[in-house]
């Protein structure tokens, strides 16, 4: 799957596309909604801007209903900000067509496109969200990038991959293989019945509780990293700064030799 979401989707309701300043550098406003026939679909892409997205599966949807708040610093941007929602095929397709005026070097330059998509419980989903808060909820397989802001997965019935830049990342409620590369922010993993892996990982703590597979992390940068209730392996291959914590491992424990003085936590 390789979708991009380049901009970020907002709640029908007022959301704020930032702080209260931020909102109030975007005071036009306008509806962008879309229906898109599901029937028979098998995967979602959105490309997401700038804003808040949300993505819920929904038992017995057949279509995917889009509800969206364009918001802009001017009347004339505010008119060039399009949602793009169709069919191609098996594949559902959600753009936040936002303008990139890079000769508008004003500060109060402001463009953003809020989405809340509805879309069939359990679809395969690639997300890309460039900036503002992120919201996943029971979709099939995921895979998403995001550029910042908080990212939130409750609910996927295949594995999940994530790329982040920065802000906290929380993934709940997995069947299947979690597996990210985070630049900043905590990473909070629980519910997973694959294993859990973390490519990489700049800066923030790692916590994963009740994964049915193996927790590994490749690289970490800084942080503590706290695992409980792990079904088979966990492992540590680098690690920079920060604290080693683990409790209820049932495999094997392979953790950096200056770290293993925190063993004292049980291992069954």
């Known amino acids: 799957m390789r979708r991009q979401f380049r901009g970020a989707a907002f709640a029908a309701a007022p959301f704020l596309i930032g702080s209260a300043a931020h909102a109030q550098r975007a005071p036009y406003t306008a509806p962008r909604n879309a229906l898109v026939d599901a029937n028979g679909a098998k995967s979602l892409e959105v490309e997401a801007a700038a804003g808040i997205l949300r993505v819920e599966g929904r038992p017995g ?38 303008p990139d005026h890079d000769d508008w070097r004003d500060f109060n330059y402001t463009a953003g496109l809020d989405l809340v998509i509805e879309v069939p419980q359990g679809i395969n989903a690639d997300i890309s969200d460039g900036s503002g808060d992120t919201k996943i909820f029971n979709v099939g ?32 409620n997995v069947n299947g293989d979690v597996t990210v590369s985070d630049g900043s922010g905590d990473i909070d993993v629980r519910s997973v019945s694959g294993s859990f892996t973390v490519e990489s990982d700049g ?28 079904g088979k392996d966990f492992r540590v291959e680098s690690k920079g700064s920060g604290g080693i914590d683990y409790s209820e491992v049932t495999g094997r424990v392979d953790i950096p030799e200056r770290h293993r003085d925190r063993q004292h936590r049980s291992e069954r």
């Open 61 to 98: 949807l057949r279509q995917v209903q889009v509800t969206g708040t364009a918001r802009a610093s001017s009347q004339q941007l505010l008119n060039e900000i399009k949602l793009i929602a169709e069919r191609r095929g098996d594949l559902i397709f959600i753009k936040a067509d936002i």
């Open 141 to 172: 397989s995921l895979e998403a990038t995001d550029g910042s802001g908080d990212f939130l997965v409750d609910g996927a019935a295949g594995s999940v991959r994530i790329t982040d830049g920065s802000g906290s990342l929380k993934i709940e």
């Open 203 to 230: 800066s923030g703590g790692i916590y994963a509780t009740d994964v049915k597979g193996s927790v590994i992390v490749h690289n970490d940068g800084s942080g503590s990293i706290d695992v409980n209730k792990v």
